[in-house]
């Protein structure tokens, strides 16, 4: 068995899940999600903890278990606290506003970029050159924030583009002539 797996999923107060025939869902403070299972996995309820066993010993279970163990812990922790990834504009002229359901970002280009807000995910500019990505999926937040980088992604000369707020871009030396 997977050493991630064995290690059962808390359920704090506030926390509840419901195991069904398709998936597992964990309701809490801030929404619920749902996980689908493959088949081979099991996951049991057992008072205030989720544990994930493989049903066989079949090749690569192990690790869809223990893959479904940080998933649902994942989820737990997305439903009490919630997710956010902090991004930065650096550049002159760099610039982030959010209207309604979209998020409008000038990076340089000779075109204004509209990004529309996925649904779950949650995006505020509290200055010009900051913007925070906030929702209770873990993968939904990670990849919107993801996407919103890779329309101008850091250059490794001056550093312009759109960075997380702890990534350090290590610059190259210009050309010598």
Do not use: C, W
């Not at 996995?41 to 690790?63: F, M, P, Q, T, Y």
């Not at 925070?132 to 919107?144: A, C, L």
Request: hydrophobic share 35%; no cysteine; aromatic share 4%.
């Amino acid at each position: 068995m997977s050493r991630v797996a064995k290690k059962p999923v808390d359920l704090p107060q506030g926390v509840s899940a419901t195991i069904g025939a398709d998936g597992v869902t964990v309701k809490g403070a801030k929404g619920s999600l749902t996980l689908a299972i493959k088949s081979g996995i099991k996951v049991e309820l057992k008072d205030k903890h989720l544990a994930v066993e493989a049903a066989s010993s079949a090749e690569g279970l192990n690790a869809i278990a223990g893959s479904t163990r940080a998933h649902l812990a994942n989820m737990v922790t997305g439903v009490t606290k919630g997710y956010e990834k902090k991004l930065e504009l650096v550049g002159v002229g760099y610039r982030a506003a959010v209207q309604a359901k979209t998020l409008t970002l000038t990076l340089g280009y000779s075109h204004l970029i509209n990004y529309a807000i996925p649904e779950g995910v949650t995006i505020e500019a509290p200055s010009q050159t900051e913007i925070v990505v906030k929702g209770i999926d873990r993968q939904r937040v990670g990849q919107t924030a993801a996407e919103i980088r890779g329309f101008r992604p850091p250059e490794p000369y001056k550093g312009k583009g759109v960075k997380y707020s702890d990534e350090k871009i290590s610059l190259k030396e210009a050309k010598k002539k």
